[in-house]
C-alpha cells in the first residue's frame, strides 16, 4: 500500500488549501498517518499527524493554528486543510502511515513512516 498526496497547487499568500491523502491498493491500515514537507534544498519536515483510532492531532509548532489535520473513515482518506498559507508553506506535501505504535502526545519522527507516495506541490506566492 502506498499513500498518494493530492490536491496541492497555487494559492497567494493568506489563501487557503485542502490536501488529500488516500492509500493505492488498500485501506489505509495504519495506527497514525503524518503529512510532512519537503522545502527546495532542505530537510524534509514534519507537518503534522493524526491517530486513526481516536484522532488525535498534532501539529509543528510552524503550522500550529493555521493546519488542521482530518480523516474521513467512510471516503477512507486523511485530509490537511491549510488556511492563512505563507510563502514559507511552500513545498512539497507528503503522506506516510505508521504502524509501530499508537502516537501519545506528539508525532514520531518522520523516519519510523511507511507507505510514502509522491507529494503534491504547494506554491504561495506572495
Known amino acids: 500500500v502506498q499513500l498518494q498526496a493530492s490536491g496541492g497547487g497555487s494559492v497567494q499568500t493568506g489563501g487557503s488549501l485542502r490536501l488529500s491523502c488516500a492509500a493505492s491498493g488498500g485501506a489505509l491500515d495504519f495506527r497514525a498517518i503524518g503529512w510532512f514537507r519537503r522545502f527546495p534544498g532542505r530537510e524534509r519536515e514534519r507537518v503534522g499527524c493524526?491517530?486513526?483510532?481516536?484522532?488525535?492531532?498534532y501539529y509543528a509548532d510552524s503550522v500550529k493554528g493555521r493546519f488542521t489535520i482530518s480523516t474521513d473513515n467512510a471516503k477512507n482518506a486523511v485530509y490537511l486543510q491549510m488556511t492563512t498559507l505563507q510563502p514559507e508553506d511552500t513545498g512539497v506535501y507528503y503522506c506516510?502511515?505508521?504502524?509501530?505504535?499508537?502516537?501519545?502526545?506528539?508525532?514520531?519522527?518522520?523516519?519510523?513512516?511507511?507507505?510514502w507516495g509522491q507529494g503534491t506541490l504547494v506554491t504561495v506566492s506572495s
Open positions: 506516510a502511515g505508521y504502524r509501530l505504535g499508537i502516537p501519545i502526545g506528539g508525532c514520531p519522527p518522520g523516519s519510523d513512516f511507511t507507505s
Open positions: 493524526i491517530t486513526t483510532r481516536d484522532r488525535s492531532s
